[in-house]
């Protein structure tokens, strides 16, 4: 497993849940990082993604202000801080890593070839 994802459960609107993303193998050389999510019956959306290295950050407008990535290369831990949180935003949520991909093509799941096993917020009204 290169990347286990962390930190989601039932959540209240408005909260500031935050999940961790575990990466250890081959996706410690990656390129970029990223979280997506996948609502029920949905496809995979872009979240937020991060250049490993530089720390350089994108975000998808819907989450922009509200959600905040970032990695500890110390103990080469991935997180997305979320706050404000909406019914919305339930979805599974999957942390990523990307060996190639640049910056106009990270929101793409195709750029990226390592993925978590998802973990699961749930937004309740």
């Known amino acids: 497993v290169q990347l286990q994802a962390s930190g989601g459960g039932l959540v209240q609107t408005g909260g500031s849940p935050r999940l961790s993303c575990a990466v250890t193998g081959r996706a410690l050389g990656a390129r970029w990082m990223g979280w997506f999510r996948q609502a029920p019956g949905k496809e995979r959306d872009f979240v937020a993604a991060?250049?490993?290295?530089?720390?350089?950050?994108t975000y998808a407008d819907s989450v922009k202000g509200r959600f905040t990535i970032s990695r500890d290369k110390t103990t080469n831990t991935l997180y997305l801080q979320m706050r404000d949180l909406r019914p919305e935003d339930t979805a599974v949520y999957y942390c990523?890593?990307?060996?190639?991909?640049?910056?106009?093509?990270?929101?793409?799941?195709?750029?990226?070839?390592?993925w978590g096993q998802g973990t699961l917020v749930t937004v309740s009204s």
């Open positions: 991060i250049k490993w290295s530089g720390g350089h950050t």
């Open positions: 990523a890593a990307s060996s190639g991909a640049i910056s106009s093509s990270v929101g793409l799941t195709t750029a990226y070839n390592y």
